[in-house]
């Protein structure tokens, strides 16, 4: 019931596009846009090609959108996340403050598949790593695990030492005293790490809202 109140309101936000041309990707665009196509065929053997476009800088505004292209023209638009209806099904498109965390077609029976990523885009780029050396993307994507699971660590401790100082805690609990004291170097080298490994699951559009909310 929740999920699909939200596909409604996601839905009510789209705005018809205007007609302008889809401009191929750049390579100085690599962490700044996004861009996913979907091709599907209708009953008569028709092929449509839809393309998902995210700037992740935002628009003048701020405003991050996603824009729909439909064989090449802009035939849509939303803020994020987005649902955007197309045959059988609808694009849904959100994003995390480092890159996509989905962009997949939901059909109307509800099976979901990821959009394709530009090759040329940096989702792209780490698609290509997953298909053409999958023990290295296996153990890339272990590693951004495992510096997140550290991120979430870490930063339970930090919360915790001041919670516990608050007096109806302190008195019927007690303080809890950090066992961890790492130096500002380590701490530095670990918070970038977990941004870095959040980006690399952005690029895949893996999410998990503890994981990676930690790490952004």
Same mark, same amino acid.
């Given at each position: 019931?929740?999920?699909?109140?939200?596909?409604?309101?996601?839905?009510?936000?789209? /705005?018809?596009?205007?007609?302008?041309?889809?401009?191929?990707?750049?390579?100085? %665009? %690599? =962490?700044?846009?996004?861009?996913?196509?979907?091709?599907?065929?209708?009953?008569?053997?028709?092929?449509?090609?839809?393309?998902?476009?995210?700037?992740?800088?935002?628009?003048?505004?701020?405003?991050? /959108? !996603?824009?729909?292209?439909?064989?090449?023209?802009?035939? @849509?638009?939303? /803020?994020?996340? @987005? @649902? =955007?209806?197309?045959?059988?099904?609808?694009?849904?498109?959100? &994003?995390? *403050?480092?890159?996509? /965390?989905?962009?997949?077609?939901?059909?109307? @029976?509800?099976?979901?598949? %990821?959009?394709? #990523?530009?090759?040329?885009? !940096?989702?792209?780029?780490?698609?290509?790593?997953?298909?053409?050396?999958?023990?290295?993307?296996?153990?890339?994507?272990?590693?951004?695990?495992?510096?997140?699971?550290?991120?979430?660590?870490?930063?339970?401790? *930090?919360?915790?030492?001041?919670?516990?100082?608050? #007096?109806?805690?302190?008195?019927?609990?007690?303080?809890?005293?950090?066992?961890?004291?790492?130096?500002?170097?380590?701490?530095? !080298?670990?918070?970038?790490?977990?941004?870095?490994?959040? &980006?690399?699951?952005?690029?895949?559009?893996?999410?998990?809202?503890?994981?990676?909310?930690?790490?952004?």
């Amino acid at each position: 019931m929740l999920e699909e109140w939200r596909r409604d309101r996601a839905a009510r936000r789209v /705005k018809s596009g205007d007609g302008r041309p889809l401009k191929p990707f750049r390579w100085w %665009q %690599q =962490f700044s846009r996004a861009l996913c196509y979907l091709t599907l065929d209708d009953r008569d053997g028709r092929r449509t090609v839809y393309a998902v476009e995210v700037r992740h800088m935002g628009d003048s505004n701020g405003e991050v /959108k !996603a824009h729909l292209f439909r064989d090449g023209r802009h035939h @849509a638009v939303s /803020k994020v996340p @987005a @649902a =955007f209806p197309v045959d059988g099904g609808t694009i849904e498109v959100a &994003t995390s *403050q480092v890159g996509l /965390k989905r962009c997949h077609y939901v059909t109307a @029976a509800g099976a979901e598949h %990821q959009l394709v #990523p530009d090759p040329k885009s !940096a989702e792209g780029r780490r698609a290509s790593l997953e298909r053409d050396h999958p023990v290295m993307s296996r153990a890339v994507g272990f590693l951004s695990v495992v510096l997140l699971v550290i991120g979430v660590i870490l930063l339970v401790i *930090q919360i915790a030492e001041p919670i516990s100082r608050v #007096p109806p805690i302190a008195e019927n609990i007690g303080i809890f005293e950090s066992p961890l004291h790492l130096p500002m170097w380590l701490n530095i !080298a670990l918070t970038l790490g977990a941004a870095l490994a959040s &980006t690399e699951r952005a690029l895949r559009m893996r999410y998990h809202w503890l994981l990676d909310a930690a790490g952004n």
